[in-house]
């Protein structure tokens, strides 16, 4: 199975800091950009912007999105994540975090990798960090 999905990092230019949520799953903390699936009918675009919504409460025009592409992550041999990377840049920096986050945190550029806990989100920030 192939699931759709959006990653989304929000960068804050004037101050060089990617916003990172974090995560509680089954008693592990870690922290991550903006995820979310690809609902029926809905463009990548269309996804991302409704994610960044629900999960920090930011309102953003399509034009502050930069799409970089697809990334396929294979969790196991029955599920493959199929990714649309986004960077979004945003002048905002307060959020209303939403209840599937435990917290928020903005991180200068160079403190983001020893944040992430995931490889996946350790490869596409290094694609993210090519494009700033």
């Not at 992550?73 to 994540?81: A, Y």
């Not at 975090?97 to 550029?109: F, K, P, R, T």
Request: with cysteine; net charge negative.
């Amino acid at each position: 199975m192939i699931r759709q999905s959006i990653e989304a990092w929000i960068y804050h230019p004037e101050e060089r800091e990617i916003l990172l949520l974090k995560v509680e799953d089954e008693k592990v903390f870690f922290w991550q950009p903006i995820t979310g699936g690809i609902e029926r009918g809905e463009s990548p675009e269309e996804a991302c912007l409704r994610e960044i919504k629900e999960e920090t409460g930011l309102l953003l025009a399509c034009s502050s999105l930069t799409g970089l592409g697809d990334f396929m992550v294979k969790i196991d041999e029955n599920l493959t994540i199929h990714k649309n990377l986004f960077l979004v840049l945003t002048e905002q920096k307060e959020i209303q975090l939403s209840d599937e986050h435990v917290g928020a945190q903005w991180v200068a550029l160079d403190k983001v990798s020893s944040q992430l806990y995931w490889p996946s989100n350790q490869a596409t920030f290094e694609i993210i960090t090519e494009k700033l």
